[in-house]
């Protein structure tokens, strides 16, 4: 160990802020004695609350209030924008890659720790799909959130104009891949959102909208219970959604979606929501992982056999001591992240001063999810929830969770003011390209189309 003792937390998600949270609270008078010093390295300045992601998307929730600044959250931490590309524990050094790397032309630094949280969370997992890297688009940025947005709204300007009958089909398809949250709420949400705005449009009717969502399985929403799952198929069946339970996507070539059940649909938008799997960063660490490319972790949230290296969250097999099943790891959920983030962060500094760690227990207490405005499916403490009543339960939990009192009050603010007025059914795509109006006129050439 050095004096200060050099704490690095790689990833600015649920784990990586909640941990350096708890930390410099813990470690206060040694922050503020140099005794101790905390650096977060992550991509962007910000922790994104997914769960508000596909009201985002549906512009219940302005984008700024989704996520949280780290460097409000954080003040007595050092915030490094960048990626880390390398980690050797042997030395105790991590290579990273900020903003200024390509304007210094050094190459990347050389940061050295004494005690390591691995927290970088997750990626899409992606299959090779043809055409998919061309078309899909993801959902687990705000940044894809809102683009999706504008994306929807501008293929329904496409299709109110167009005179080619195949062009306004293709424009008003929306096609999912991925039966699990993030899938199906951001349909649920979208779906909404395109059949109000449907109203403003004099040729658009809504039922001239076509959403398919795809699953492999022959379930959505597993986390919330066999029935609750199967309600919502109904549920979303009921609005005209076309719900394809064991069907896989096999291309969506040529901007068409082509299904394992021998469906085709000409298709302009492609949301793929089908899993996540763990950060690249983990196979070059050098730490050991299990079969699913995780970091095999104690119940104490440690890496196993890597002393002084730490994980939790989706990049960490950890131990489920609550489960009668021997060998069950714990889910890679939000509602394991956040608790695990205290106890990871409770067990550093006990290790600091020499004193027991503590195990990690949480018995699941069950899952809320969105179909919608007022709709939606909840299986909490054994008991089941439907419309309404599960839909109130949905934001009322991810209110209390969502991090600082200043995001709740905003949230709520704006719930209640869209609950008084109508929705806002703006695209704002052009934010994509924000110098190509001045770049047109300074002589330059115009943007190519997406």
């Given at each position: ?25 813990k470690?206060?008078?040694q ?9 977060v390295?992550?991509?962007?300045p ?25 460097r409000?959250v954080?003040p ?14 042997a ?9 200024a ?25 992606t ?39 195949g062009?306004r ?36 009717k ?7 969502l ?14 609750m799952?199967k309600?919502?198929v109904r ?28 469906a ?29 490319g995780r ?5 104490q ?5 890597a002393?002084?290296a ?13 489960s ?14 956040v ?6 962060a ?6 600091l001063?020499?004193r027991?760690?503590?195990?990690y227990?949480?018995?699941?207490v069950g ?25 109130a ?15 709740k ?24 390209h924000?110098?190509a ?10 943007p190519?189309p997406?």
């Amino acid at each position: 160990m050095t004096n200060p003792v050099r704490i690095l937390v790689v990833g600015g998600g649920y784990v990586g802020m909640y941990t350096a949270l708890h930390l410099q609270r813990k470690l206060k008078r040694q922050l503020a004695e140099g005794g101790a010093e905390i650096t977060v390295v992550t991509p962007d300045p910000y922790m994104t609350y997914q769960p508000f992601l596909p009201e985002a998307a549906a512009g219940s929730i302005s984008p700024r209030h989704v996520v949280v600044p780290l460097r409000r959250v954080l003040p007595h931490c050092r915030i490094v924008v960048g990626e880390v590309g390398a980690i050797d524990h042997a030395k105790r050094t991590a290579t990273v890659t900020t903003l200024a790397t390509a304007e210094e032309g050094t190459g990347p630094r050389q940061m050295t720790y004494d005690e390591l949280v691995l927290a970088p969370g997750s990626v899409s997992r992606t299959l090779p799909v043809p055409g998919l890297a061309d078309h899909g688009i993801g959902f687990k940025t705000v940044e894809e959130a809102i683009g999706l947005r504008n994306h929807v709204i501008e293929q329904m300007d496409i299709a109110s104009s167009t005179r080619d009958p195949g062009v306004r089909d293709a424009a008003l398809t929306f096609v999912f891949v991925g039966g699990g949250y993030a899938g199906v709420e951001a349909l649920g949400e979208l779906e909404d959102m395109a059949r109000y705005a449907s109203r403003y449009y004099h040729n658009i009717k809504p039922a001239d909208l076509k959403w398919i969502l795809v699953e492999a399985s022959d379930k959505i929403l597993p986390e919330v219970g066999e029935k609750m799952g199967k309600y919502a198929v109904r549920e979303l069946r009921g609005r005209g959604i076309d719900v394809r339970l064991n069907t896989r996507l096999t291309s969506i070539e040529n901007r068409v979606a082509v299904l394992d059940d021998g469906a085709r649909f000409p298709t302009r938008t492609l949301v793929w929501t089908a899993g996540v799997k763990p950060h690249p960063i983990l196979a070059a660490s050098s730490l050991p992982l299990d079969e699913r490319g995780r970091l095999r972790c104690t119940a104490q949230l440690a890496v196993d056999g890597a002393p002084h290296a730490w994980a939790a969250g989706d990049a960490a097999a950890v131990p489920d001591l609550t489960s009668p099943e021997k060998g069950k790891e714990c889910a890679p959920n939000a509602q394991h992240a956040v608790r695990q983030a205290k106890v990871l962060a409770e067990n550093i500094v006990a290790s600091l001063e020499q004193r027991p760690l503590t195990d990690y227990r949480h018995k699941h207490v069950g899952s809320v999810a969105s179909l919608g405005l007022h709709k939606g499916v909840a299986y909490v403490y054994g008991r089941r929830l439907k419309g309404l009543p599960a839909w109130a339960m949905h934001r009322a939990y991810h209110l209390s969770r969502v991090p600082t009192f200043n995001r709740k009050a905003r949230v709520f603010a704006e719930w209640t003011l869209s609950g008084l007025f109508k929705r806002e059914i703006v695209s704002l795509g052009s934010l994509e390209h924000p110098r190509a109006e001045f770049e047109l006129a300074a002589g330059g050439e115009p943007p190519k189309p997406r």
